[in-house]
């Protein structure tokens, strides 16, 4: 059984808002990073958001800020991504990944750190 898995994707009009749901089974140490990636067609993987477990910090992409958020429900081991006014270019596979490595790195640069992973789930922008 999948330790990580999305939910969520869809299809939907630019301007249309989408909310992602990643459940995490994996039994995470307390101090955690858990976080999305997305990669398109034709192009890498990119970060994100990515959320810190200690006082909940967030790192966005610049591409997205301003429309995307990311939250945590600990006790469910969920993980959120809100996205709002989506755009064509929003659209690739929505990865969801955790890590707990000490020390832990929690940026959207960081996704060499990530050990687990998610199968995605797709998010498609028309215009």
């Known amino acids: 059984l999948a330790q990580v898995m999305e939910s969520g994707g869809g299809s939907v009009q630019a301007g249309g808002s989408l909310k992602l749901s990643c459940e995490v089974s994996?039994?995470?140490?307390?101090?955690?990073?858990m976080g999305w990636f997305r990669q398109a067609p034709g192009r890498e993987r990119e970060g994100v958001a990515t959320?810190?477990?200690?006082?909940?910090?967030?790192d966005y992409a610049d591409s997205v800020k301003g429309r995307f958020n990311i939250s945590r429900n600990d006790a469910e081991k969920t993980v959120y991504l809100q996205m709002n006014s989506l755009k064509p270019e929003d659209t690739a596979m929505y990865y969801c990944?955790?890590?707990?490595?000490?020390?832990?790195?929690?940026?959207?640069?960081?996704?060499?750190?990530?050990?687990?992973w998610g199968q995605g789930t797709l998010v498609t922008v028309s215009s």
């Open positions: 990944a955790a890590h707990d490595h000490d020390p832990v790195y929690c940026f959207t640069t960081d996704e060499r750190f990530f050990p687990f």
């Open positions: 994996v039994n995470l140490y307390t101090k955690n990073c």
């Open positions: 959320m810190y477990s200690d006082g909940g910090r967030a």
